[in-house]
């Protein structure tokens, strides 16, 4: 068990470039979710994923935003057409099949900077 | 919506004392979950205890406690013989299932706690 990795750790783009993130869950969470952190706030959700459905978004998910989970193991989450607005903290996190415990592990995050 | 109200910012505690975050939220449902999570400062977010609402004894964890008052609608996290490590970004949290199987989570704007030693 590594924990939840998140790649790239930075990242920096000119408005208007698309982005890629990348999401490994730790094995076996077929749960996973995106949630967005902006600075001095908390995080905000974004999408869940049980195994390879995308099962919810929220409204703060925009048509320039696409996340994918293929197989059911790790997640992207691509942003199109990048606005100064879209800079923040971009945090993944996974948990277990069972709702019993429903505690979600986060990875480190990627911070975009689009200038 | 759920929304989760933490209204200290900023928070100070000297080294081996003891401090009390507070945490209101509101909700209609009965079923639900409440978390604390810490947030060091360019390091994941952890979690630092958990609370279910149907259960009315309040969560431990070593050092870290919770005041879970249901009616009041309140989840204060108390944190007993501070220690430097304590020092990080707060963020109270609210979970409930939805009709998607999702138990997405709503936070707080969070609270920084320093450590003075």
């Known amino acids: 068990d590594t924990g939840v990795s998140q790649n790239p750790r930075h990242k920096i783009t000119k408005r208007g470039q698309n982005v890629t993130f990348r999401c490994d869950p730790i094995?076996?969470?077929?749960?996973l979710y995106w949630y967005r952190q902006t600075l001095g706030q908390g995080p905000e959700f974004l999408t869940y994923f049980q195994n390879e459905a995308q099962l919810e978004k929220s409204r703060l998910l925009s048509d320039r935003f696409s996340a994918e989970r293929p197989k059911g193991s790790f997640s992207t989450l691509e942003i199109q057409r990048t606005e100064q607005g879209d800079s923040a903290m971009y945090l993944c996190a996974s948990s277990l099949p069972t709702s019993a415990k429903n505690i979600q592990y986060f990875g480190a995050g990627t911070r975009l900077s689009v200038l | 919506a759920q929304t989760v109200t933490q209204s200290q910012p900023e928070m100070s505690v000297q080294e081996a004392e003891t401090v009390t975050l507070s945490c209101t939220y509101d909700?209609?449902?009965?079923?639900?979950?409440l978390f604390w999570y810490k947030q060091p400062p360019s390091r994941q977010m952890i979690l630092v205890i958990r609370q279910e609402a149907y259960k009315q004894q309040n969560a431990t964890e070593n050092r870290f406690s919770v005041n879970f008052q249901k009616a009041a609608k309140s989840f204060s996290l108390k944190i007993s013989d501070s220690q430097l490590g304590d020092a990080a970004m707060y963020f109270c949290a609210y979970s409930e299932p939805s009709g998607a199987g999702s138990y997405q989570l709503t936070f707080g704007k969070g609270t920084k706690l320093s450590v003075i030693p």
């Open positions: 094995s076996e969470h077929n749960r």
């Open positions: 909700t209609s449902e009965s079923d639900y979950y």
